[in-house]
């Protein structure tokens, strides 16, 4: 990786002893890396929740309301 594909970002210090002691006795070999991780599972998680969240809003009210009713006339539902 060049210089030109990555950035700075600053951490409290406090955070970043907590973080290298996380890491001691793992794969990870610098603290850049094992942050790098941790952001890459946080976009992955909060973008797979706006992906179950896009799927759930796939119906709206209205046509979950007429999918009901079909089933009642058709005697699957009560």
Do not use: H, W
């Amino acid at each position: 990786m060049s210089n030109k594909e990555i950035t700075t970002v600053s951490i409290p210090t406090q955070l970043a002893e907590k973080l290298k002691k996380r890491i001691e006795g793992t794969g990870f070999t610098s603290l850049s890396g094992y942050v790098v991780y941790i952001l890459r599972q946080v976009i992955s998680s909060v973008e797979m929740d706006e992906r179950k969240k896009n799927e759930k809003e796939a119906f709206s009210e209205e046509d979950e309301k007429r999918v009901k009713e079909r089933l009642r006339s058709l005697g699957y539902l009560d």
